[in-house]
């Protein structure tokens, strides 16, 4: 996996994860957002900033091709990845959501991928999460 490298947070924003229990602020400047899909089985991978301005979607892979997972046609098949670079602007929040039926959303950074249940303390279970820039804790 080639998750992206964090930073310290400095510029004061890190990311925040809203549910419906609460919200949980992690310090860093760059991860790797990783799902499996439903159907297909295959894994799909984003790299994303956060930044003053909004999270922003920085490269995006995919091991394969199924129904709604179709790499665009700049897409170039790189040690088995299809990868592209998104061109849309940051964002201010990027909602999340759970259908239950391919396991839990992954957040990759440091060298390390953990669940959104691992990261906010508790079950997501088929919910909304809520990723945002918010300001140091």
């Not at 091709?65 to 179709?70: F, R, S």
């Not at 897409?75 to 929040?93: K, T």
């Amino acid at each position: 996996m080639a998750a992206a490298s964090a930073g310290s947070g400095r510029g004061g924003v890190s990311l925040c994860f809203a549910t419906a229990v609460g919200v949980k602020a992690l310090v860093l400047s760059a991860f790797t957002l990783v799902w499996t899909h439903s159907i297909a089985k295959v894994d799909w991978q984003e790299d994303w900033r956060v930044t003053p301005a909004g999270l922003e979607l920085v490269q995006a892979r995919v091991k394969g091709t199924g129904p709604g997972m179709e790499p665009p046609p700049e897409a170039r098949l790189v040690d088995g990845w299809f990868q592209w670079r998104p061109q849309r602007p940051r964002m201010p929040e990027v909602v999340l959501g759970n259908s239950g039926a391919a396991g839990e959303w992954r957040l990759c950074h440091d060298g390390k991928c953990r669940t959104l249940s691992e990261i906010v303390g508790h079950p997501i279970g088929a919910n909304v999460t809520t990723m945002r820039v918010c300001k140091d804790p």
